[in-house]
């Protein structure tokens, strides 16, 4: 056995691994995507990945391996799990034959996400096990047991992490593959064929099921009781918070650090809680544990204190507990840093089309993607971001609802989100014939999670040719009559483009495609040159919110270093300032 340091991501694919999973079906998802873009490495090995267009799917076929014996894994983030919960909820009621995990990763802070939510709340829904590990380590030997538990049970099993777990580095002691004998298939109709006769009977075994795992919970090992004679207090948690709690108060508190979050046990937690004097539940997001504290008779100090809100740190909660700081405050800077908001990158072709609809002045239904970005100044140029695939969905929506703006509104949606949920979104626009001009900004890969490939990109999460989704021939057979596709580093053409589809009075789509400037097969030019004695300084060059562009004593000046010689500045000065 060899030691490791690796991300809690790296460590699950690690898991995945040795505990002889044959099939990942995953979608990209911040925190969760490294899990199996590291599985991609164990090719050859027995383990078999691959991205899904959605989380849904990636379920589906996670569900699929299992029934057929193989034990099956798929990852995502915690908007994910929403996709993915058509499968789960009943997968809880059929069971499985090979074990079946899914990896969910919250995402407290959103550092890269649309809410906050805690995902413990689908496996309490859903009434199946969810793990939490707490290191990287743990992770590992987590991810391993999480198998055998789906199998000794007959369930999926959750492994909730969060992005502190998921991006945070520990020791790992990597093991040897077990192969797993996946017997010969019977066919067992009772089993999956969820028909309400059959459904009905399985409800009955869910609960059964419950009741056996809560008991497990009581003395297994993934829960770990820490008393420390000196300790003042107790604290019950789970995962970074545990973490957290141990970097802030060391040995002047017991611990009761929960590995399986749900079902929680009950004599585990009334016998710590008569060990301590005072009795604190920490857990990020929802109040999961103390809710349970409570229904089992207990008065912990939990979200009363705490909070159900953002991520927790050493710093906060020593503070919360004890009215001090558990490290020294950073050095304040002798002056104020100015903010700097995420942009579009130099060079995104994203950027020139979003000029362009801002400059209509349209209201643009968006989407999530790099593309959301266009939504702050000095862009400005997109109204709505709520989910997956509703820059499609919601601009049917709104022109339905408000049908003076048939000529004056934009759906926006990225290539993958587009093979994500936009098409169904698309076939609806088609079906019931409103007048909505859909954007798909199509760079050719999964831009905002890190380049990973899907369907339409023509390439496997191996870098392997695969059939690409033609998105023409797609819009077409849909029902969409007028699909027009071009390059969009020419805003005079993507202006009018734009104009002519915003003129019918059908539904229509606009394919603007131009691969991600980051991408390594993306042609670079030599970097602009601003002109100091051509440049007015009438900051028109600025509105495109481009990085490498800045005004230095009332001139543009261009930061060689990062830009990538688009020329889109170059169109749209007036004076004719940038040139090679």
């Given at each position: 056995m060899t030691k490791e340091l690796m991300l809690g991501n790296h460590a699950i694919a690690v898991g995945l691994y040795e505990a002889g999973v044959e099939v990942v079906s995953s979608y990209?998802?911040?925190?969760?995507?490294?899990?199996?873009?590291?599985?991609?490495?164990?090719?050859?090995?027995?383990?078999?990945?691959?991205?899904?267009?959605?989380?849904?799917?990636?379920?589906?076929?996670?569900?699929?391996?299992?029934?057929?014996?193989?034990?099956?894994?798929?990852?995502?983030?915690?908007?994910?799990?929403?996709?993915?919960?058509?499968?789960?909820?009943?997968?809880?009621?059929?069971?499985?034959?090979?074990?079946?995990?899914?990896?969910?990763?919250?995402?407290?802070?959103?550092?890269?996400?649309?809410?906050?939510?805690?995902?413990?709340?689908?496996?309490?829904g859903a009434k199946v096990p969810m793990l939490e590990p707490a290191t990287a380590a743990e992770c590992l030997e987590f991810t391993k047991t999480a198998f055998d538990l789906s199998e000794e049970y007959d369930t999926p099993v959750l492994i909730r992490l969060t992005t502190r777990i998921c991006h945070s580095q520990?020791?790992?002691?990597?093991?040897?593959?077990?192969?797993?004998?996946?017997?010969?298939?019977?066919?067992?109709?009772?089993?999956?064929?969820?028909?309400?006769?059959?459904?009905?009977?399985?409800?009955?075994?869910?609960?059964?099921?419950?009741?056996?795992?809560?008991?497990?919970?009581?003395?297994?090992?993934?829960n770990q009781v820490e008393i420390n004679d000196k300790a003042d207090f107790g604290i019950i948690t789970s995962g970074a918070a545990y973490q957290y709690s141990k970097e802030a108060f060391g040995d002047t508190a017991s611990y009761l650090k929960l590995g399986i979050i749900n079902p929680l046990p009950v004599r585990l937690i009334k016998d710590f809680a008569a060990k301590v004097k005072k009795l604190y539940i920490i857990e990020e997001l929802d109040p999961v544990i103390e809710s349970h504290c409570r229904f089992i008779g207990l008065d912990p100090i939990g979200k009363s204190l705490f909070g159900n809100i953002g991520e927790f740190s050493q710093n906060y909660l020593r503070e919360k507990i004890l009215g001090e700081s558990a490290v020294p405050k950073h050095r304040e800077f002798p002056e104020t840093v100015p903010f700097r908001p995420p942009v579009l990158c130099a060079g995104c072709s994203h950027?020139?089309?979003?000029?362009?609809?801002?400059k209509l002045g349209v209201m643009v239904n968006?989407?999530?993607?790099?593309?959301?970005?266009?939504?702050?100044?000095?862009?400005?140029?997109?109204?709505?971001?709520?989910?997956?695939?509703?820059?499609?969905?919601?601009?049917?929506?709104?022109?339905?609802?408000?049908?003076?703006?048939?000529?004056?509104?934009?759906?926006?949606?990225?290539?993958?989100?587009f093979m994500h949920s936009?098409?169904?979104?698309?076939?609806?626009?088609?079906?019931?014939?409103?007048?909505?001009?859909?954007?798909?900004?199509?760079?050719?890969?999964?831009g905002m999670t890190g380049h990973q490939n899907?369907?339409?990109?023509?390439?496997?999460?191996?870098?392997?040719?695969?059939?690409?989704?033609?998105?023409?021939?797609?819009?077409?057979?849909?029902?969409?009559?007028?699909?027009?596709?071009?390059?969009?580093?020419?805003?005079?053409?993507?202006?009018?483009?734009?104009?002519?589809?915003?003129?019918?009075?059908?539904?229509?789509?606009?394919?603007?495609?131009?691969?991600?400037?980051?991408?390594?097969?993306?042609?670079?030019?030599?970097?602009?040159?601003?002109?100091?004695?051509?440049?007015?300084?009438?900051?028109?060059?600025?509105?495109?919110?481009?990085?490498?562009?800045?005004?230095?004593?009332?001139?543009?000046?261009?930061e060689r270093t990062l830009c990538v010689g688009c020329g889109f500045c170059g169109q749209l000065c007036k004076f004719k300032a940038f040139g090679q």
């Open positions: 990209p998802g911040t925190p969760s995507t490294e899990i199996t873009m590291h599985c991609a490495n164990f090719k050859g090995s027995g383990l078999q990945a691959e991205w899904s267009p959605n989380e849904k799917v990636g379920l589906e076929v996670a569900m699929g391996a299992s029934v057929a014996g193989a034990r099956a894994f798929s990852g995502m983030k915690h908007v994910g799990l929403n996709v993915a919960a058509d499968v789960l909820y009943t997968a809880s009621y059929t069971g499985v034959n090979g074990g079946l995990v899914i990896a969910v990763a919250d995402d407290p802070g959103m550092h890269s996400s649309q809410n906050e939510q805690d995902s413990r709340n689908h496996a309490i520990g020791i790992v002691e990597r093991g040897e593959r077990r192969e797993i004998d996946k017997g010969e298939y019977v066919k067992n109709t009772a089993k999956y064929v969820m028909m309400p006769n059959f459904a009905r009977p399985k409800h009955p075994l869910v609960e059964a099921r419950m009741q056996r795992l809560a008991e497990y919970a009581e003395t297994c090992p993934l950027r020139n089309v979003f000029y362009v609809l801002g968006g989407d999530i993607g790099c593309y959301t970005l266009a939504a702050s100044p000095p862009l400005s140029a997109m109204d709505t971001c709520i989910c997956m695939g509703m820059g499609i969905g919601g601009i049917h929506g709104f022109v339905k609802g408000r049908p003076d703006y048939a000529n004056k509104a934009v759906g926006v949606v990225g290539d993958s989100t936009g098409i169904n979104g698309l076939i609806n626009i088609a079906y019931n014939r409103s007048n909505s001009v859909v954007l798909i900004v199509d760079n050719r890969t999964t899907h369907p339409g990109n023509g390439l496997d999460l191996y870098g392997e040719a695969a059939p690409a989704v033609d998105f023409e021939l797609l819009c077409k057979a849909i029902g969409i009559k007028k699909v027009t596709t071009f390059r969009p580093d020419d805003m005079a053409e993507i202006e009018r483009v734009f104009r002519e589809h915003l003129d019918l009075d059908e539904p229509s789509v606009i394919i603007a495609r131009m691969p991600c400037a980051l991408l390594k097969s993306t042609p670079k030019n030599p970097p602009v040159k601003a002109d100091p004695d051509k440049c007015t300084g009438c900051k028109l060059c600025m509105r495109l919110g481009c990085p490498a562009i800045s005004i230095v004593d009332k001139k543009a000046v261009v």
